[in-house]
């Protein structure tokens, strides 16, 4: 099993910066792929930003340019930069990891969610 904690979300004015950040432990395991996803009050929950093993990233179109994700791979943590934040950033952020766990000789596929942070921005 792989646990997921994230840090960072907070209470920030439009046009400030925020930085998420996701920190992955637990059995042996290989990441391929990590992301943020954000879901706002009411609606579901959608991809922000996503980065794989790599390096490879994708952002929604709402974000381009404005956020940053990056990942250490050697220490299994990701990063989620987010500049000229918009009330409509507003949400709570969750980590996304998925790849394999090591058993033995065997491997099995996993997906794990964190906790989630809260994003909050004023206008």
């Known amino acids: 099993q792989v646990q997921l904690v994230e840090s960072g979300g907070g209470l920030v004015q439009a046009g400030g910066s925020l930085r998420l950040s996701c920190a992955a432990s637990?059995?042996?395991?290989?990441?391929?792929?990590m992301g943020w996803y954000r879901q706002a009050p009411g609606k579901q929950r959608d991809l922000v930003a996503q980065?794989?093993?790599?390096?490879?990233?994708n952002y929604a179109a709402s974000v381009k340019g404005r956020f940053t994700i990056s990942r250490d791979s050697a220490k299994n943590t990701m990063a989620l930069q987010m500049n000229s934040l918009k009330p409509e950033d507003t949400g709570v952020y969750y980590c996304?990891?998925?790849?394999?766990?090591?058993?033995?000789?065997?491997?099995?596929?996993?997906?794990?969610w964190g906790q989630g942070t809260q994003v909050t921005v004023s206008s």
């Open positions: 637990g059995s042996v395991f290989k990441i391929n792929a």
């Open positions: 996304n990891a998925e790849g394999q766990i090591y058993y033995g000789l065997g491997a099995s596929p996993f997906g794990s």
């Open positions: 980065v794989t093993s790599g390096g490879i990233t």
